[in-house]
């Protein structure tokens, strides 16, 4: 690999970028958290605007790259992370819309599994459920790390939608899960690390409810989600 020029999408060299990587959707997100938390970000890609950084969280190499909107857009950016980076520890860190009237705006989820009806895993993998998992041992330190700084979390199932807007207002069977929540990556993302043998979880913030019509403004899922960073952050040096 040492003639490596990068990827159409990411032009870091192969040592760039640390063998965990938080990933959020948005870019400006990314840098946010690398200029806020780390120590020392370096940029590694401004490629189509996708910026990624390293830096150190509490003495431990840590990247952070936005993913992009949507199980296509993780999808690619994920699975060269795992296959041309050497990472080993993808998790995603992103913003979900509430199924759950108890679910309040800012609540953190940690997701258990993902459904979607989405093509990606079969079309790309050969995958044929409608469920994708993320590694245990990750959400496990999840998990830790949201005990020891005392913050309050959710778990459970989670819906990866390929839409955000919607027309067909024709009724429709209920999904077969028990749905917290939706968002549009975890499912690719999963389905990514478990063909490369690789390790993936995702965290999620709740920036809208569905049900009780309620939403954050762009600043706030710019910066604001800062109960699931640290949750992310102090999880992810302990990988």
């Known amino acids: 690999m040492?003639?490596?020029?990068g990827t159409a999408h990411n032009h870091a060299k192969v040592g760039d970028i640390a063998k965990t990587v938080l990933m959020p959707g948005d870019p400006l997100r990314a840098k946010w958290i690398a200029e806020t938390f780390l120590e020392d970000p370096k940029c590694f890609n401004t490629v189509r605007g996708m910026l990624g950084?390293?830096?150190k969280y509490k003495g431990v190499e840590v990247s952070i790259m936005g993913s992009g909107m949507?199980?296509?857009?993780i999808g690619i950016y994920s699975y060269e992370l795992f296959k041309f980076y050497g990472v080993e520890n993808v998790v995603r860190i992103g913003s979900a819309g509430a199924f759950k009237p108890e679910l309040n705006l800012f609540d953190v989820v940690i997701v258990?599994?993902?459904y979607s009806p989405s093509s990606y895993a079969k079309e790309a993998f050969g995958y044929t459920e409608d469920l994708q998992w993320p590694a245990p041992e990750l959400n496990a330190k999840l998990v830790?790390?949201?005990d020891k700084l005392g913050k309050k979390y959710w778990k459970g199932t989670i819906q990866s939608s390929d839409n955000f807007y919607s027309d067909f207002t024709i009724d429709r069977e209920p999904a077969p899960y028990d749905l917290l929540c939706a968002e549009m990556e975890s499912f690719g993302l999963f389905a990514n690390a478990r063909h490369l043998?690789?390790?993936a979880a995702c965290i999620l913030t709740i920036s809208d409810s569905?049900?009780?019509k309620t939403e954050t403004t762009p600043e706030e899922r710019q910066t604001g989600f800062v109960e699931m960073m640290e949750i992310?952050?102090?999880?992810a040096i302990s990988f």
Not at 2 to 5: A, G, I, S, V
Not at 70 to 73: L, V
């Open 197 to 199: 043998g690789k390790k």
């Open 53 to 55: 950084y390293t830096g």
């Open 210 to 212: 569905i049900v009780n």
């Open 2 to 5: 040492t003639d490596f020029k």
């Open 144 to 146: 830790e790390a949201a």
């Open 70 to 73: 949507g199980i296509p857009s």
């Open 112 to 114: 258990e599994n993902a």
């Open 232 to 235: 992310a952050l102090n999880a």
